[in-house]
């Protein structure tokens, strides 16, 4: 008969299993924990329906080539008839110098662009509203006219927010890519953004109520090509917005495609004082 040999388990010393327990209860308690339960959320298949597939999101890695084409691009923009003032809201995860070549251009023609005097954007609080909220008051008081909010993805709701808190200091509002509209998970990126913020798409830490168009001109951009955001969440619906424009341009694309950057002119162009 064969011989077998057993072999006892290595047990650790009780103090170490004592604080091994203790940092298991540590971070089942943490923020951390709590950030990584939202971002491993389990929810119904149908609130996705509508997001971008796979290779339009591997698309936008075509902006790894833009510098490459920025250097060879030419891009003939006239002078405004119609110069206005615009404060630029970047997208969530995006510092504003990620909007400056954009930002470029429509100087270039004669407008005035400003930024919205914070850094990164890591998602909505009552003090960034409460921001931008004084910096659309402040550049309204100091330019002497109403100011057009370009809002860029999650700087798109912000502009459609304080639009609604402030309308009279606002001209028009342009969003770019932005999911206003529809399941707020229909996206490629929910699962990140409640990591990184700590709150569920349906329970942001600011109240808003992102399908109520502002009472101001309200213009969306989307594109069918985005690969983050659901189109028809973008486009949204009739009285979610005043008018939607359809273009052909990737999610990062908004903020340097040169059809954008024409579309965005036209849309100064034909803002009302």
């Not at 001209?171 to 996206?187: D, E, L, W, Y």
Request: glycine residues 8%; hydrophobic residues 40%; charged residues 20%.
């Amino acid at each position: 008969m064969a011989t077998r040999f057993a072999f006892d388990r290595p047990r650790l010393p009780a103090p170490l299993l004592a604080a091994g327990g203790r940092a298991q209860q540590a971070y089942a308690a943490s923020a951390l924990a709590r950030r990584v339960a939202l971002a491993r959320e389990a929810i119904p298949e149908e609130e996705q329906l509508g997001k971008p597939r796979l290779i339009r999101l591997l698309g936008e890695a075509q902006v790894l080539l833009e510098p490459v084409r920025r250097q060879r691009r030419k891009l003939a923009i006239a002078p405004t008839c119609n110069p206005q003032v615009a404060m630029i809201l970047p997208g969530f995860g995006a510092h504003p110098m990620r909007m400056r070549y954009l930002a470029r251009q429509l100087e270039s023609a004669g407008h005035t662009t400003k930024r919205w005097g914070l850094g990164f954007n890591w998602g909505p609080t009552e003090e960034t509203f409460d921001h931008l909220e004084a910096r659309l008051l402040e550049l309204h008081a100091r330019h002497g006219r109403k100011v057009v909010l370009i809002g860029w993805s999650l700087g798109g709701l912000y502009a459609r927010e304080i639009a609604k808190r402030q309308p009279g200091s606002v001209a028009k509002v342009i969003t770019m890519g932005s999911p206003f509209s529809g399941s707020p998970r229909a996206n490629n990126v929910w699962r990140a953004y409640q990591f990184i913020t700590g709150h569920s798409v349906d329970a942001p830490p600011v109240a808003a109520d992102l399908r109520t168009k502002p009472p101001v001109e309200t213009v969306a951009l989307w594109s069918a090509n985005d690969g983050v955001i659901a189109p028809r969440c973008a486009a949204g619906r009739p009285g979610e917005r005043d008018r939607a424009v359809p273009l052909r341009c990737t999610h990062m694309g908004f903020t340097y495609d040169p059809q954008v950057i024409q579309t965005v002119l036209t849309e100064l162009e034909t803002t009302r004082p």
